[in-house]
């Protein structure tokens, strides 16, 4: 038994590094991937049962069918994180909250490092997750990873500390996105649930009538938006991120033709919108950026697997969100887990975290907190 929790230590610190120092081990997709492959075998062959082999072998599998990638990251993390919740292991969790402090801390100092090569580090794109504005998200829901921690633990000050730099390096990267997250968060956290009737509902109710919500926004509700002659979006220098981002995302409605219904499949928004050029994005055409894809990870899912996929997406995120929500009503340490779950939806809405190994594995760790303790409270 010693044994066997200190190679999962070691793995854990492992992955540690892999998802905190990719510049240095493996900047590849594939590294991070090839880890999660390595440690679900490792969980698989020395902790489970036949049965646990068959269901993870089911999410794999679908993944393929649904991707076309064999070992999609989504979808292996899935399958990690369905055998660490199986374990109920607190020593487990304990060993996560460690890797994933030890990961923030070498992102921070790769950031610090790499902010010496360039004049103004907002323009870098030489961060630990390719992008500053996914570097910022990572340490935003890196920092809701360590504050949960903190407050199991109930102290930590090294964890505090960890947390306010990644708030200053937030800040001084400038990620709209992420700074949203940060208000929406606190907003969510403060916010007196309890004294809400509107929202005293039973939890299927409340997540039909949030996935409900989430389908109609992206799928009818947002493309009238903006395929309105009123909205009038014309390309110019000084376009702001979030002009760009509109244009991006009218033009991805309009090019989805009929494939509303099952989507234009798997990898496609770059193939498709890239084929259709580039119109009213100064920055594509004068400056030669390629988008590759519309900062938006409900639309990106709408483009590619059309209405089902979209449903399915909003369904996971409802019933994760109103899980945490639920608990959250009783359980100040859950309430910073539903905050932070929330806060992550604007990183969603003008980004593309879901396409990195990082924020998905974090993300999944939040949503294992969140159904590890409602399968305890039943």
Known sequence: MFMFKQNILILCLIGALIFGAPIFL????????????????????FTSSIKDLLLCSSIITFGYLTTGDFLNHTFLSAAVFVIIYRLQKQITFNWIFKAVALANVINLVIWALVSTLKDSPSESWLYPSGHPNLFSSYLFISSIVIIYAIQTEKNDKLGWIIVMVNIIVIAIIGSKASILAICISILSYFIPWKKLILFEMGNRARVIGLTSFFLIIFSAVLPTILSSTVLQLEENESNTTVVERTILWRNSYQNMDKAAVFGKGAGRWPIDYLAEGYPKIYRARELHVFFQRPHNEFIRIYFEYGIIGLGVLSFILSYVLIS????????????????????FIAPVLFSFPFERVEHTVLLFFLSLITLKNQYETV
């Open 26 to 45: 493996d900047p590849s997709y594939f590294g991070k991937v090839g880890f999660l492959a390595l440690l679900l075998s490792f969980l698989t062959l």
């Open 324 to 343: 945490a929500f639920s608990l959250a009503k009783s359980d100040k340490t859950l309430r910073i887990v539903f905050s932070g779950m929330a806060g």
